[in-house]
């Protein structure tokens, strides 16, 4: 019986300039593979050439039971170039799309002809009760999170949403699976090739509702993993080599208990890495990133934060419903400056309702945050 399932990630229309570690097929291909089936990741964006990411795909074909594409916006015609070819070398290989934009537009994405299933929300489970059913010719009428079209009435199906999980519940990440790609064979050969490190996810979801978020869109509730399963992640990519990671999480800085618990265990453990994680510019205050907490987050590998701060107009930060202020923005900035951490920060200009004078106070702030700190 074939087991065999082709995860791909699409490329953008931009070329990426480092080694590119498509995470959400890397969590559903962990998932799947704990379920014993043969699991191959093939992201475009790490080809040379697209007629070798084209060569390997064919060579794999004739023995795939289904393939996977996750998909963004900024994806879709790599993305429909793949399900074209697809469908036209094996008909009968049901194609499944996932990832950011079938999650949002299930339906527009199910009535393309190059696409049979599309997987939104949360992917691990639907897309292992999708295969199980495929596999079994079983119907997926109660597949929860899954889309499809209907042979009988010749219409879009959309399921019902699946409830967000427990992300203890999840098996570990199994790196192997990006070895091949490069014929790279250890995780410290990957974090060489990455732009910021090896990427872990250790909450998902976002305890804030900004506006134009998918997480206010989807409502992804805020979930964490327990920190003794992060320390433990952490500890095996250390003693794998790795010298870099970035918690890829919509906001690790989110609670300060669990973070002092992280930090804590990095500290006992005498684990030795630089790191990088996100954090909201209005954190920076007596009770939460004090500058003692600060130098703590700084002294275990803390090199660079990255924040979100959209604009320098207050008025758009209400539209956004950032819960932020300009004067937050560079409180942020002074305060790492002075903690010798470096920072990402983040600006919109463009938005709906947006008038001149607030794109100019966006640029404004930035030339204060230039003033305050010449490291961001």
């Known amino acids: 019986m074939k087991k065999l399932i082709v995860l791909i990630n699409p490329d953008f229309k931009e070329k990426l300039h480092h080694f590119n570690i498509p995470m959400g097929l890397l969590h559903i291909g962990s998932f799947l593979s704990y379920y014993n089936f043969d699991v191959i990741i093939l992201d475009v964006n790490n080809f040379e050439r697209i007629k070798d990411f084209y060569t390997i795909l064919k060579q794999n074909l004739h023995n795939t039971l289904c393939i996977g594409l996750s998909v963004m916006s900024s994806q879709i015609p790599g993305a429909l170039c793949i399900s074209r070819y697809i469908k036209q070398q094996y008909s009968a290989i049901p194609v499944i799309w996932g990832g950011v934009h079938p999650s949002l537009y299930p339906e527009q994405t199910i009535s393309s002809k190059f696409v049979d299933f599309v997987v939104f929300g949360e992917g691990e489970k639907t897309a292992l009760e999708l295969i199980n059913a495929l596999q079994n010719n079983s119907c997926y009428k109660n597949i929860e999170g899954l889309a499809y079209l209907d042979n009988n009435i010749n219409k879009p199906v959309v399921n019902r949403k699946r409830k967000h999980y427990d992300m203890n519940s999840l098996p570990l990440i199994k790196w192997s699976l990006l070895y091949h790609i490069k014929k790279i064979n250890n995780m410290a050969k990957v974090e060489r090739l990455t732009a910021a490190g090896i990427p872990i996810q250790t909450s998902r979801g976002c305890p804030y509702r900004c506006t134009f978020c998918i997480n206010s869109v989807l409502n992804q509730k805020y979930r964490n993993k327990k920190v003794e399963l992060v320390l433990n992640e952490l500890e095996d990519l250390v003693a794998a080599g790795v010298r870099r990671i970035f918690f890829r999480d919509e906001l690790f800085f989110a609670n300060k208990q669990r973070l002092l618990k992280i930090i804590e265990g990095i500290e006992q453990r005498n684990l030795v890495f630089k790191w990088f994680g996100n954090v909201r510019s209005d954190y920076f205050r007596k009770n939460l990133l004090n500058e003692e907490l600060l130098k703590r987050v700084k002294k275990t590998g803390c090199a660079t934060v990255g924040i979100g701060a959209e604009s320098g107009s207050q008025s758009i930060l209400k539209l956004l419903n950032k819960q932020i ?31 001149q004078e607030d794109m100019k106070k966006t640029l404004r702030i930035i030339r204060k945050i230039s003033q305050v700190n010449k490291n961001f």
Do not use: H, R
Request: net charge positive.
């Open 325 to 355: 202020t300009p004067n937050d923005i560079l409180k942020a900035a002074k305060s790492l400056d002075q903690a010798g951490i470096k920072i990402n920060f983040s600006f919109m200009i463009g938005l709906p309702g947006e008038k």
